[in-house]
């Protein structure tokens, strides 16, 4: 199986995890008092976290394979510092426990994405399959736990969605291993957009289940 054929395959979870969250400081701090954010104001927050994660894992990427270990240690310090506090935002919902949850499920995400970058550097066919097939369980997981804290959320669309989203990381990690930056950059933009796409999703759903945490801005 190609590694091209892998992305059509791959799902990932991290970033719409993190949007099952109000994922903006400020809501998250508006939502325990008396001022609800309205919807376009979480959708922007979504929008603004979901790209920032997908910024710093292409940061990763291109770090590891110019072979620059400290852009590389400081791009993966700023993944890890995105999934915390994008799995806090989501504590005054449905509490710190399944915040924990979240976090555990980012950090296999950003696991398995990693295994695949050092496969695909080290042109190891059975690591970048192993990768896949850790990365698909992953999403499968997160769809289950997504899914069930948000009946907005249907388990099979999560799931294709994030198996979109997951296309879009093997793709770029491999189109950046062969040095084909001129369909990484087309990769790169389609990825920003479905972000946008996944993350008006969660906020929408969101929106739907706590109605009362927003406000009507008209």
Known sequence: MSRYRLSTLLAIPSFILTALVLASPSFAGASASAEPATVPETKMALRDLWIEDVFWIRSYVLANHAQDATQARIAEAEVVANAKALAGTITPFYGQSASDALFKLLAGHWDAIRDYNTATLAQSTPGQDQAVAALTQNA???????????????EATVFGLLSTHGGHHVAQINQVNSGDFRNEAATWHEMRKHIVVISDAIADALAKQFPARFQDPS
Request: cysteine-free; proline content about 13%.
């Open 140 to 154: 499968r997981e997160i769809a289950k736990f997504l899914s069930g804290a948000n009946p907005n959320l249907p």
